[in-house]
């Protein structure tokens, strides 16, 4: 069982590894992925969310279950190319309820492979390229909030202070494991030795 990480759980600042094997195992994770981004109404997820350490990510630009035509599934993603740049509000399912304005490239060109395996290439404008940049971070470890200057900080210092207490208010009642055994899962984890943290 999934379960979407919220800031400042570690999971979040892991540079996941690429995806070696496309099998069931992660047929069914991916499943999981788009089913835990629709319950919470998101367009994009990607696996450090879910405390998975693969590079990998999710998005459905309609955030509806119903149109599964509109879902797309990005392996080992890379941005190629990148065309100027726009500002934009975002939000981000690890932080529910915070936006804030982030700078992103308008047009990309990213390469990645599909669940079938197949490499292809697209190019993405407007909110398709600012949600392919927004989960690619992810999988570096980067969040939008790191995109922020010193005034876009400050406007958003005092939800982080609160996000921050409700993680410490859930380990404290054991319901988060402590920062060496998340870590040392993680990196079980990235080595493909078990296929997820309970
Ligand atoms: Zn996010």
Do not use: W
Request: net charge negative; glycine share 6%.
């Amino acid at each position: 069982m999934l379960r979407i990480v919220m800031y400042p759980h570690p999971a979040l600042r892991y540079k996941s590894r690429p995806v070696e094997r496309i099998d069931d195992t992660l047929r069914e994770q991916v499943r999981e992925m788009f089913s835990l981004m629709y319950a919470a109404r998101g367009i994009g997820l990607a696996a450090n969310q879910v405390a998975l350490p693969l590079r990998v990510f999710v998005l459905n630009l309609t955030a509806d279950p119903e149109q599964a035509d509109q879902e797309r599934v990005f392996i080992n993603p890379q941005i190629v190319k990148r065309h100027s740049s726009l500002v934009e509000e975002e939000g981000c399912l690890s932080f529910p309820g915070l936006y804030t304005s982030v700078h992103r490239a308008k047009r990309i060109k990213v390469r990645a492979f599909g669940l079938d395996g197949q490499m292809f290439e697209t190019e993405a404008e407007d909110l398709l390229s600012r949600a392919i940049q927004h989960e690619l971070d992810h999988l570096d470890g980067v969040l939008f909030i790191d995109h922020l200057g010193a005034d876009g900080k400050a406007k958003v210092a005092a939800k982080l202070k609160e996000f921050e207490g409700m993680f410490t208010a859930a380990r404290q009642a054991g319901e988060i494991a402590d920062e060496a055994t998340l870590k040392r899962q993680l990196d079980t984890l990235a080595r493909g030795e078990v296929e997820s943290v309970s």
